[in-house]
């Protein structure tokens, strides 16, 4: 056999013509596929997203975190990743964050990445806080940019400020009435810059002056506005704090016009000048026909919170506010509480019957003849029982007089009491909890170990945001042994203040508290403790609270 035989290839052959063809379109797709499949890019290979909570509390840190996944098959380089945080987003320090930028070096294929941005977010309730990311780059071997963009939202589901807004559903033209405006500070942390802003109707005719904190924006006293602003500068607020104010005004319009007021308490940011919401109230008030004006006072005040075994002294104010004229008209004012000593019902000039107290135009001249602008006046007493303990206790006065009603509601005060003791000698509740030892009685140069006793009470509604306070003498030292077990005592070396947490008391409260000092006078007598006071906020009432104890000394000891 010959091995060295040349071998000949029939170029003209069909089979080899089709052998060449299929060989050059193989060749063909291949360079195809990878050129225009392999090398292109789409941005939808590029997926960015936003992992944050869905809801938060205003006040509330939290977190976004940014992926950035590279699902295609080419390099991506020159990344630039901006951050744009949802409006109302500070840091812990309480500077603004607006943006933030990264830059990222390469992502290679089928690798992902992430980024942490953090911050405070403030914001009204079931506000939406949208935040964007934005991402540019290179894929490799590319010279144009890309780009995609990705927002996500969270929803402020509560406000930890309180806010309230008190004012009539309903007044008479022309009849003064009252807004009140209340908050609270629920936040861990001070909040700074604080503002409250009250927008007025058309029609409101002012009649109080402006308090020292507001703004000279709104009209001035007896002057109509025409949807002005009123904003009162609070500054900070810590937590627990609270303010109110009161704006009186009358309505100007056409009966059955109802005229809307509403009032925002929010943050406002110096660097942006830029004010952030934290709450919102709404209200709307009708303007009826009636020009007779009633309101009462109880000892004294409009706004009295009563306690347990107290005398009320009511006098009911009746006026006429228009240019009509009023003949032999009747008042009486009806009684509803639980709580209220009947058989101590007393009127001079009425009549009592039950519950009620019935004056009448034969006994009250001004009651005979209301002229334009004429008003007149009506008084009785009565008791609140004593030894009350039931919680939320109120009383209800109905007053009515000609087509005029009026319903308003006294709320009874919690009874809350403080004590505080020095002793040497332990009481009997007291021995074996903490220890006293050392030089006694008490001398000069010499060390002695003391207990100070606290001893809170409360009867009546529940308490919030309960706390004792007191700062210790000089040469006095705390010593961080105390009673009862998990009291929340805290002690400031700076300030020497020690702090007892109560929280929320609840209505029918009594409990014993102590801790330990040293003392080693350099002379006597010397002060032990001063300022104490045990504080909080009556949940019923609103009305926060103090009740102070005299400071004690050495001289004090038992």
Request: net charge neutral; with cysteine; glycine share 8%.
């Amino acid at each position: 056999m010959n091995l060295n035989r040349d071998i000949h290839i029939n170029w003209k052959s069909k089979k080899v013509k089709y052998f060449i063809i299929f060989l050059i379109l193989a060749v063909l797709g291949t360079g195809i596929y990878f050129f225009f499949f392999r090398n292109t890019f789409s941005t939808e290979n590029v997926v960015v997203k936003i992992d944050t909570p869905k809801e938060a509390s205003s006040g509330e840190e939290i977190s976004w975190i940014i992926s950035v996944k590279n699902n295609s098959n080419i390099e991506i380089q020159n990344i630039n990743l901006n951050f744009e945080y949802p409006s109302g987003t500070f840091d812990k320090e309480g500077s603004i964050k607006k943006r933030e930028e990264i830059q990222i070096d390469s992502i290679l294929p089928q690798q992902e990445k992430t980024e942490n941005f953090s911050g405070v977010v403030f914001g009204k309730k079931n506000e939406k806080k949208e935040s964007k990311a934005s991402l540019t780059y290179n894929p490799k071997g590319f010279s144009t940019e890309f780009q995609n963009e990705t927002t996500a939202v969270t929803i402020i589901t509560n406000s930890l400020v309180t806010f309230n807004m008190k004012i009539p559903e309903k007044v008479d033209k022309g009849q003064e009435f009252t807004i009140v405006l209340s908050w609270q500070s629920g936040f861990s942390s001070p909040l700074e810059n604080v503002q409250v802003k009250l927008s007025l109707p058309n029609g409101f005719i002012r009649t109080s002056g402006i308090t020292d904190n507001e703004r000279p924006e709104n009209a001035a006293e007896g002057e109509e506005t025409s949807q002005s602003k009123i904003i009162f500068d609070v500054g900070t607020l810590n937590e627990g704090e609270g303010q109110k104010v009161e704006i009186k005004g009358k309505l100007s319009g056409e009966v059955d016009d109802e005229k809307m007021f509403k009032a925002e308490i929010g943050k406002f940011d110096e660097e942006l000048y830029e004010f952030i919401p934290l709450a919102l109230k709404e209200s709307s008030v009708k303007i009826i026909s009636s020009t007779i004006e009633v309101f009462r006072k109880i000892n004294g005040q409009a706004n009295y919170f009563p306690v347990p075994g107290e005398k009320l002294s009511y006098i009911v104010t009746f006026k006429n506010a228009g240019e009509e004229i009023y003949r032999d008209l009747s008042l009486t004012v009806e009684l509803e509480s639980d709580f209220i000593d009947f058989s101590t019902l007393k009127c001079q000039g009425g009549q009592v019957s039950g519950n009620k107290v019935i004056f009448s135009s034969e006994n009250i001249p001004e009651l005979l003849y209301l002229g334009p602008y004429d008003e007149g006046n009506v008084g009785f007493s009565v008791d609140v029982k004593k030894g009350i303990l039931a919680s939320n206790a109120s009383i209800i006065e109905k007053i009515k007089i000609n087509k005029v009603k009026k319903q308003q509601r006294t709320k009874i005060s919690s009874q809350s009491s403080f004590y505080q003791y020095a002793y040497y000698h332990l009481p009997s509740r007291l021995r074996g909890k903490v220890a006293t030892g050392g030089n006694f009685p008490i001398a000069e140069n010499k060390e002695t170990t003391l207990v100070i006793h606290w001893k809170a009470k409360n009867r009546g509604n529940n308490l919030q945001n309960t706390k004792i306070t007191g700062t210790l003498g000089e040469n006095v030292t705390w010593t961080g042994k105390v009673y009862a077990p998990g009291a929340r005592f805290s002690y400031d070396k700076k300030t020497k203040r020690v702090t007892l947490t109560l929280g929320t008391m609840s209505y029918n409260y009594s409990r014993d508290f102590a801790f330990q000092i040293k003392i080693k006078p350099k002379k006597l007598p010397q002060d032990l403790i001063t300022g104490s006071k045990f504080s909080g906020k009556d949940s019923w009432t609103g009305q926060t609270f103090e009740n102070l104890s005299p400071s004690l000394s050495t001289d004090s000891v038992e």
